[in-house]
């Protein structure tokens, strides 16, 4: 069984954008093209709205998904913006 019959298609597609775009994030910030914490988090809210333009869902289901796929994408950066040390406006 594969993750896309398990947990459906919308979700496991949800699941590889979060992993494939929070390696592409990863290694923007190894190669300083993003080092501020605020640079990361509008290219995040900005290509997750890209993401979502294809998916014809309810407005209330759409919020919470963009919601849960941000704090999930900001929660795998967490240790990569200690280690390579991002700025961050206090």
Same mark, same amino acid.
């Given at each position: 069984?594969?993750?896309?019959?398990?947990?459906?298609?919308?979700?496991?597609?949800?699941?590889?954008?979060?992993?494939?775009? =929070?390696?592409?994030?990863?290694?923007?910030? @190894?190669?300083?093209?993003?080092?501020?914490?605020?640079?990361?988090?509008?290219?995040?809210?900005?290509?997750?709205?890209?993401?979502?333009? @294809?998916?014809?869902?309810?407005? @209330?289901?759409?919020?919470?998904?963009?919601?849960?796929?941000?704090? =999930?994408?900001?929660?795998?950066?967490?240790?990569?913006?200690?280690?390579?040390?991002?700025?961050?406006?206090?």
């Amino acid at each position: 069984m594969e993750i896309a019959e398990y947990c459906g298609k919308t979700e496991s597609s949800i699941l590889t954008f979060i992993i494939s775009f =929070t390696d592409d994030i990863r290694e923007k910030i @190894a190669q300083r093209k993003l080092f501020y914490k605020e640079q990361i988090v509008r290219y995040v809210k900005k290509h997750i709205d890209f993401f979502f333009k @294809a998916y014809k869902l309810k407005e @209330a289901l759409l919020k919470s998904y963009k919601h849960e796929v941000f704090n =999930t994408i900001m929660f795998r950066l967490k240790n990569n913006l200690k280690e390579h040390r991002v700025f961050q406006c206090i």
